[in-house]
């Protein structure tokens, strides 16, 4: 799988748009790019995934760019609960393929 | 998304003893697996649980320190074995569903190992 780079550290104010980059520079065309995150002491939470298209649910946006190296994940208000480690993945989707964790961005929301 | 449950949720336990913990599973799933947490640090990967059959490890972790089992499509126990202080650690399982589209995780067991 591929490897991706992420800030160490984030800082967000509450009600804002949070603003998460990921690059991906050597994906390959059947890697999906995933996107966890870990609120202090729980397990990991899935948020979004996507292959090329932007991708948009309850939680968040996944925007990727044409040429699939990086990819932001966007919380489009974010609030002193989204605090947490956002970790992004990529992965081929298919059966017996398990998601490998780097470390991630650390997201400080504040008021 | 599948509901994962795992027990005990934290323990603490002296040096040299074991530790079961167990994950259930709301769903039949396909595949699950174990990863570890380490204080301030991300997860690893440790073994995946396979039904039938013995569990496939990672590099740098063995059967005989973890052993796991997995006896039907919703239900696996990871084992810590002649526990150190250097397993303190957050322990969680992970499930795939029959779409193998999405991993999903349990909210995890912290052990201390005193």
């Known amino acids: 799988d591929a490897k991706t780079t992420q800030p160490t550290s984030m800082d967000c104010a509450e009600g804002r748009a949070a603003n998460l980059p990921c690059n991906h520079s050597?994906?390959?065309?059947?890697?999906?790019v995933y996107w966890y995150r870990q609120i202090h002491s729980q397990g990991p939470q899935y948020i979004i995934h996507g292959l090329k298209n932007n991708e948009t649910n309850e939680m968040a946006s996944l925007i990727i760019t044409e040429d699939r190296k990086s990819s932001t994940l966007i919380l489009p208000h974010a609030t002193l609960r989204d605090t947490a480690v956002y970790y992004c993945i990529v992965r081929v989707m298919e059966y017996g393929n398990k998601l490998v964790f780097g470390a991630g961005t650390i997201l400080r929301v504040k008021s | 998304s599948a509901v994962i449950s795992q027990k005990p949720s934290r323990d603490i336990c002296q040096r040299g003893t074991s530790l079961t913990i167990q994950c259930q599973v709301d769903?039949?799933?396909?595949?699950m697996f174990w990863y570890r947490q380490q204080p301030g640090q991300s997860l690893t990967l440790i073994a995946t649980?396979?039904?039938?059959?013995?569990?496939?490890?990672e590099s740098g972790f063995v059967i005989d320190k973890f052993p796991i089992s997995r006896p039907n499509l919703t239900f696996s126990t990871l084992t810590v074995s002649n526990m150190s202080p250097e397993d303190s650690s957050i322990y969680l399982c992970?499930?795939?569903?029959?779409?193998?589209?999405?991993?999903?995780f349990g909210p995890g067991t912290r052990l201390t190992v005193l």
């Open positions: 050597t994906i390959s065309g059947n890697e999906y």
């Open positions: 992970s499930v795939v569903g029959q779409l193998a589209d999405t991993q999903y």
């Open positions: 769903s039949q799933v396909t595949m």
């Open positions: 649980a396979n039904q039938g059959s013995e569990a496939t490890y």
